[in-house]
């Protein structure tokens, strides 16, 4: 089971958490990507997808890094 951090971060944080999936939808969607194909680049579920340009905090590094890989092959 995955630990809940909310309460460990600052209201700054959790806004830049939601800004960072929010610029990968912004991404996603300008380079007329849909998600779930993008997810299956990325080797994860579209609700893991739909998580992370939500800006979910339990989701890892890996997995957005992953995830951006997946919209702009090189990017990262």
């Not at 998600?35 to 339990?58: F, K, N, Y």
């Amino acid at each position: 089971m995955k630990r809940d951090e909310t309460p460990l971060l600052t209201a700054q944080r959790l806004t830049e958490a939601h800004d960072i999936g929010a610029k990968l939808a912004r991404l996603r969607v300008a380079r007329r990507l849909r998600q779930e194909d993008v997810a299956r680049r990325a080797g994860m579920s579209r609700s893991t997808a739909v998580l992370i340009e939500q800006g979910d905090i339990r989701r890892t590094q890996a997995q957005l890094l992953r995830y951006l890989d997946a919209i702009a092959p090189g990017l990262a």
